[in-house]
């Protein structure tokens, strides 16, 4: 059974809630599940491939994700490896696809690495977890980009036939 190894950095478990749903499509493969926030000791020669996702927050993603990228680029390099983001932006269509997101425009302009496959989906609003501080600069990004500033509900975003296709993609050879 060929050994899939995927990495993520999620805040709100939104990325978490998406790695589940990909799961289903990843028949044939043996799965490890890593936090980027926790220690990880990785060979990444041992998977026949690695997928790794991170969330926007503030605009930016985690640090942890490009310590992790830098010490490993050379064997993300020599690996199948794909990468999704998590951002709200991504609930407008055109802010959905890779080469037209910010986010991945500027994760590609800073990591050595260049992913087989590249996936955004949109993240959820989720109000009722935040603390007051965070609440209210939420809203004041959502009334700038457009969102909703309601607090008395949380959204959910993400397309969830999106996920399970890109999903199904990275699930696929690279010799196919």
């Keep these: 059974m060929e050994k899939l190894l995927v990495l993520y950095s999620s805040r709100n478990g939104q990325t978490r809630k998406i790695i589940a749903a990909m799961q289903d499509e990843f028949t044939g493969y043996d799965v490890e599940l890593a936090d980027l926030h926790g220690p990880i000791r990785k060979n990444l020669s041992k998977y026949d491939k690695v997928l790794i996702g991170a969330s926007v927050r ?3 993603f985690h640090r942890d994700l490009y310590t992790f990228i830098h010490i490993h680029s050379e064997q993300l390099a020599a690996a199948d490896a794909s990468f999704f983001c998590v951002c709200l932006t991504a609930r407008k269509p055109e802010k959905a696809d890779p080469r037209n997101n910010a986010y991945i425009s500027k994760f590609l302009a800073k990591s050595p690495w260049r992913p087989r496959t590249i996936g955004v989906f949109a993240g959820a609003l989720k109000y009722s977890e935040y603390n007051w501080w965070q609440t209210r600069i939420i809203q004041l ?15 959910e975003f993400t397309d969830w036939d999106k ?4 999903a199904r993609q990275v699930a696929r050879s690279k010799y196919e």
């Design 141 to 155: 990004i959502m009334k700038i980009t457009g969102g909703s500033t309601d607090t008395s509900q949380d959204l």
């Design 163 to 166: 996920v399970r296709d890109f």
């Design 58 to 60: 503030y605009g930016h």
